[in-house]
């Protein structure tokens, strides 16, 4: 650096010392703006990844159903669940429904994987304890009180159908053989000993059921078919969710894939009018910070009118003088726009632990941008002072005019 840059910097630095009321104000404008705009652009890039886990408590995203007669195969399914990203996919479960009889009354066995239920089902409200292993049910309030069930019963699952001169009576592990009176058709009925270890309450059709293993829906009927339904709780945005959708389908010819709208929906509604919400509050804060850093600078410029008008008498050009206060501005803007992106990170942290519950993934790309922002910005607000102190005339400043 040469002997003219260095007076130069000096020159910028002493201003600002001499004038550090004014400048301490300037230099907090910047600061709170750029601390909001780093905020919330991590809160703008990070809010969809909150949000889906949000609306993750609302259950499943994506529902497969046997795209014609039949079932869902569990090959198949493996193969369309692949399409999901291994980071964006919660969980999955399949569901196989069995009509059975509990105390003489009919009811409906529903196979799931309890390892992956409340991925899917986060909602689900448990009094007891949700199954870990085969021989045990969670019954749904309906059913308990339609048939007096309570948790910790014992309770035997009936399933009769015809014995014909096929069937194996030999993998029925407790059966009793009888004959209709009045079709003169021969049955059996199979039982399967069932402990209830929980009551499950939702408030919708979930309450209808009573929840088995796979594995005991299997031994209960004799037969290995695959899945009636399944759900799938994937974090990803409508769009994403879209796009993997019609992936699914068009590969697959056993398996429809459906997206649950009234979860997407929001989601996406939610999510578009939050982003739109924190455009606008960024937009509005560094206009307000816009002002300040332009009304600080005219009156700083105010006060130098004299110094102005005496330096352009002794010759000093008008680019001297908007190098010199554009550089006290830029000067600022880079400071404050500094101090604003570490400020960002812990507002930005404090609003998405108290608005979402979670912590907020920390960016290094948008310091920079948050930088270069408020710089920009003091800029912009430093243009009209400077051509208020490049139209200074010094004839009438030094005759105190």
Not at 66 to 94: C, N, R
Not at 265 to 278: G, H
Not at 362 to 371: C, G, H, M, S, V
Request: net charge negative; aromatic share 8%; charged share 20%.
């Amino acid at each position: 650096m040469n002997k003219k840059h260095r007076m130069f910097v000096r020159m910028v630095v002493a201003s600002l010392v001499r004038r550090r009321s004014r400048m301490i104000v300037a230099l907090l404008a910047i600061v709170v703006g750029a601390t909001i705009l780093s905020g919330l652009e991590m809160i703008y890039y990070d809010v969809p990844r909150q949000m889906s886990a949000q609306f993750r408590s609302y259950g499943a995203n994506v529902i497969f159903t046997p795209s014609g007669e039949g079932y869902i195969d569990a090959a198949d399914l493996e193969e369309s669940v692949a399409f999901f990203p291994s980071e964006e996919l919660e969980g999955y479960t399949p569901y196989r429904y069995e009509n059975t009889k509990i105390h003489n009354m009919p009811a409906t066995l529903a196979g799931i994987t309890f390892d992956s239920v409340l991925k899917t089902s986060p909602y689900w409200h448990i009094s007891g304890e949700l199954p870990q292993s085969d021989g045990q049910a969670l019954v749904g309030a309906k059913v308990a009180e339609n048939l007096g069930i309570k948790q910790g019963d014992d309770i035997a699952a009936v399933n009769s159908f015809e014995v014909t001169e096929t069937t194996d009576t030999a993998q029925i592990p407790s059966y009793e053989i009888y004959t209709d009176p009045e079709t003169g058709e021969t049955y059996c009925d199979h039982e399967l000993e069932l402990k209830v270890t929980g009551i499950l309450e939702t408030g919708g059709s979930e309450e209808e059921y009573i929840y088995v293993s796979l594995d005991d829906v299997r031994s209960l009927s004799l037969v290995d078919r695959g899945y009636d339904i399944v759900e799938v709780s994937a974090a990803s945005m409508q769009d994403k969710l879209t796009e993997t959708v019609g992936e699914i389908n068009d590969s697959s010819s056993t398996i429809s894939a459906k997206l649950v709208k009234r979860v997407t929906a929001s989601e996406s509604t939610v999510l578009t009018k939050l982003q739109s919400l924190v455009f606008i509050v960024t937009a509005v804060v560094l206009l307000l910070t816009m002002i300040c850093v332009a009304t600080t600078m005219t009156a700083v410029i105010t006060e130098r009118r004299r110094e102005i008008g005496l330096r352009k008498a002794l010759g000093a050009l008008n680019s001297s003088i908007i190098a010199e206060f554009m550089s006290e501005g830029l000067l600022l803007g880079g400071l404050g726009g500094i101090l604003g992106s570490v400020m960002g990170y812990f507002f930005a942290q404090f609003v998405s632990v108290n608005v979402f519950g979670s912590s907020i993934t920390f960016r290094p790309l948008l310091i920079p941008i948050t930088i270069a922002a408020s710089v920009l910005v003091t800029g912009l607000a430093c243009l009209v002072p400077i051509k208020s102190a490049v139209d200074v005339d010094p004839a009438l400043v030094l005759k105190g005019e």
